[in-house]
Structures are given as structure tokens and as C-alpha cells.
């Protein structure tokens, strides 16, 4: 079917379009049919004297939201949703919506977040919610652009995989043939061994799945992370990278999501680099919690109030820290990245030093024999690195001041959400 999308009409020519019946008014002697694609409202004119009474009858009995396609000449008409109208000689209905409707398409009631991710086909309909997907891939797009500009290479590494990346008890178990196996929590351990492999840079934009049993509006069980590694950077380095990438993004989506942010109602403040750099022991002081603790969400509002912008925090106690992080006396050289409402990224210049790597596996428990695939490739050659973790939908909440961060996933997974 060969259609014009709304956003590319002109006026004085012959078109055919096709959208969702979005409002019918009848006037007398003039009706309307609001017509909604993927761009917008376009507003179908019907002059009793210029078009049939018969397709005046046949539009008239279309039910809301029912798919139609729309062939007629396009006026210029300023007072109209997009600056035109058309004036139709055809309309077919290729697709009848029952009523009642499962929501509201015209945004004049909102209903609850249960009920639009219930229905999502139908909530993405809605302008204002199809904004935050727009801008989603636009974000991914950039993310993409950014590390691909700065020499890293995109790789895809095993969902499903036989140990915990970290040692937690926070996995998805699964059956995998006669063997008990998991979803992978994070990209962690093969992207490191990329490093081995001679890869120097890397990026995964994947899912990494939590089995924890949160109910928050900051946690899912199934995230989009965005993942990096880079030989012979250190932490200071990745830090720079981090910053100078969530910078881009701002930029990008307030230079190319225009309509969408305008959808959302939001006006789009660019962060400035660099961050400032706060060390745990401040922190917490500034959080009022005891030396060993990490920082819970009361802790992350405290010192989030206080700073006022995104911020890193830096110098963590090393047991705070995953066992492949590079200690330094009783620190370590991690960090988190840290929008005032929580946090959006974990990263550390990485331990490459074999027999270091072991004595820190040991001192948190773990055994180095789940490891053995793992440690083998810090045997025969591998670079310092460093790297970090960056949740895709934490970056998106926060950017766009959602509420909460099942807004922005198009099927969140939670505690109580397996379906749709
Ligand atoms: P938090 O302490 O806030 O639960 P975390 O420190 O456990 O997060 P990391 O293991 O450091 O998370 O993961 C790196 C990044 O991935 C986080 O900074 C966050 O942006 C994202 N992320 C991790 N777990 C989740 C989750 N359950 N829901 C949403 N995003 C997550
Ligand atoms: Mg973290």
C-alpha cells in the first residue's frame, strides 16, 4: 500500500493515508473525521456539498480507533491539526475497533500505569507515550554513535550462562537441558575477556536480568544495560567517557526529539561537564550512615538534594565493591554515576593482575574453580582495563523526569509482571 505519512503532506495534491480513527464531529452541514498516524492528527473535511451523502454515511458509522484508508485531495487549511485538510473521494475501513475501548486514546483521561501497561498497543497510541519510545531509540541510536565514534566495538555475549557473574543469589535460574543454568545478570565477565581477546574497546547494549525482589519505581527484573570495557584506560578515563557520553545524549535528543519532548511537556536541561567528583567518605557523612554501609535510597536523596546534579562518587571502601575491582589500600578504584534521584551507573578500573584476581575472589567467597573460564583468560596476556555498566532506563527516568521506571520499557518485567 503505497501511503504518505502525515508529516510529509503538501498541500494541492492528490494523497492517500491511512490512521486510526482518533474523533468524528458532525456539524450539519460539514463533517470531521480526525485521522492519527504515527506523525499526528490529520483532519478529513466533509462538506455536504462536496462529498457523497453516501461516504458521509460511511465514515460516520466508523467505530474509534478502527484502522481506515484515506485517499482525497489535500487543501492547505491553517486552522487544521497539521496546516491541511483533506477533502475525501474514498475511504476504506481495513480494520473495524470494538468498543468499549481498553483506554482513553485521547489523553483526556489518564488512566493508571497498571492498566496502560495492560493494554500497552493501545497506550503507545497515545502521543504522549509514544514520545518516550521515540526518544528512547533516539538515545540508543546516539549511544551507539558515540562509542562507535570513539573506537568501540559492539558485541553480543551469552544471556544464559552456567555462573553468577558476581556470586549474588539475585539469578533467574533456568533449566537448561539436564543442567541448571541462569540468565545473566551482567555482560561483566565476557566483556573483560574480550580484553584478553585483543579487542581493547567493546560495547553491549543487552538485557541483564535481576532476580531481586524489589518493588520500587527505580528497579525492574529485566533492564537494557548499556556496557563498556577499554584496555588500557584507567578508571579516571572511563569516567571522562561516561560523562562526555551522557552529555551527547542530552544534546542529541534536544536537538532531534523536539516534538516528542513538547509531547511529554518536558524542556530539556543539558547537563554540564564534568561531573563533580564526591568521595564515599563525604557521602556518607552528608547521608548521616556509618563507614560500610552502602547507600540506600534515603541516603542517595540526601546527598542527591545536596549536589543538585549528576555527580560521581568515587574512593569506595573496596568491600563494598565486586571482587574484580583493582583495590588500592582499604579503597578501591570504583565509582557510580549519580543522577539526584538515583543512581545510573557502576564502573572501576578492573584488577588484571591474575594472581591478584584470585586472592579476591577468595576473599569474598566465591570459589575460583565456577571461575576457571574466566581467570584463564588473565593467564596468557591481559591489558589493564577499565570499564562500566550504564542502566538504559534509569539514563531514560531520569532525563525525562518519569515518574516511574516502568514508563519507560515498552513490557516491564517486575516482581508481579510477566505478561504482556
Ligand atoms: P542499585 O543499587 O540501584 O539497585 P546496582 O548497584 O545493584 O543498582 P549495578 O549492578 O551496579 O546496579 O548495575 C549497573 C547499572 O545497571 C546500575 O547503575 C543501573 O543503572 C542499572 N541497573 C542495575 N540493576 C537494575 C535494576 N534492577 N533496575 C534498573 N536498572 C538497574
Ligand atoms: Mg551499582
Not at 557523612?285 to 547507600?295: C, F
Amino acid at each position: 500500500m503505497k501511503l504518505t505519512r502525515s508529516s510529509a503532506i503538501v498541500p494541492e495534491t492528490d494523497v492517500t493515508v491511512a490512521g486510526w480513527v482518533h474523533e468524528l464531529r458532525d456539524l450539519g452541514g460539514i463533517s470531521f473525521l480526525l485521522l492519527r498516524d504515527r506523525d499526528g492528527i490529520m483532519q478529513i473535511t466533509m462538506p455536504k456539498k462536496k462529498v457523497p451523502p453516501e461516504l458521509v454515511e460511511h465514515v460516520r458509522s466508523l467505530s474509534r480507533e478502527s484502522v481506515v484508508r484515506v485517499a482525497g485531495l489535500v487543501k492547505e487549511e491553517l486552522k487544521a491539526p497539521q496546516g491541511f485538510e483533506i477533502i475525501p473521494y474514498e475511504v476504506e475501513l481495513l480494520s473495524a475497533a470494538e468498543s468499549p475501548l481498553p483506554l482513553d486514546v485521547t489523553g483526556k483521561v489518564r488512566a493508571d500505569l497498571d492498566t496502560r501497561l495492560d493494554a500497552r498497543f493501545m497506550d503507545v497510541r497515545l502521543p504522549a507515550t509514544r514520545a518516550i519510545f521515540l526518544i528512547r531509540a533516539t538515545v540508543l541510536q546516539e549511544v551507539r554513535a558515540f562509542l562507535s565514534a570513539h573506537d568501540f566495538i559492539e558485541i553480543q555475549t551469552p544471556k544464559m550462562v552456567a555462573t553468577a557473574t558476581e556470586g549474588g543469589t539475585q539469578l533467574f535460574p533456568i533449566s537448561y537441558f539436564d543442567r541448571e543454568a541462569f540468565l545473566n545478570q551482567s555482560p561483566q565477565l565476557y566483556k573483560q575477556i574480550m580484553m584478553a581477546a585483543g579487542l581493547e574497546r567493546v560495547f553491549e547494549v543487552g538485557p541483564i536480568f535481576r532476580a531481586e525482589e524489589h518493588d520500587t519505581r527505580k528497579h525492574l527484573n529485566e533492564v537494557t544495560s548499556i556496557d563498556i570495557e577499554a584496555s588500557f584506560l584507567d578508571d579516571r578515563e572511563v569516567m571522562e567517557l561516561l560523562e562526555e557520553l551522557i552529555r551527547h545524549v542530552y544534546v542529541a535528543v534536544a536537538e532531534r526529539c523536539s516534538a516528542s519532548l513538547q509531547a511529554l511537556g518536558v524542556s530539556l536541561l543539558i547537563p554540564n561537564i564534568p561531573f563533580k567528583r564526591i568521595a564515599y567518605a563525604e557521602a556518607i557523612e552528608t547521608a548521616d550512615i556509618p563507614w560500610g554501609d552502602d547507600l540506600d535510597t534515603a541516603a542517595e536523596k540526601a546527598v542527591g538534594e545536596e549536589v543538585g546534579e549528576h555527580y560521581f562518587i568515587v574512593d569506595w571502601p573496596v568491600e563494598l565493591k565486586p571482587f574484580y575491582v583493582q583495590p588500592r589500600n582499604n579503597l578501591c578504584y570504583a565509582f557510580d554515576l549519580m543522577h539526584p534521584r538515583m543512581e545510573l551507573a557502576s564502573g572501576a578500573r578492573r584488577i588484571h593482575d591474575y594472581a591478584l584476581l584470585v586472592e579476591q575472589l577468595a576473599s569474598k567467597s566465591l570459589a575460583p574453580e565456577n571461575f576457571g573460564f574466566y581467570l584463564d583468560a588473565f593467564r596468557f596476556g591481559m591489558p589493564p582495563h577499565a570499564g562500566w555498566g550504564l542502566g538504559a532506563e534509569r539514563l531514560l527516568v531520569t532525563m525525562l523526569g518519569l515518574a516511574n521506571i516502568r514508563e519507560s520499557v515498552l513490557f516491564p518485567r517486575d516482581r508481579r509482571r510477566i505478561t504482556p
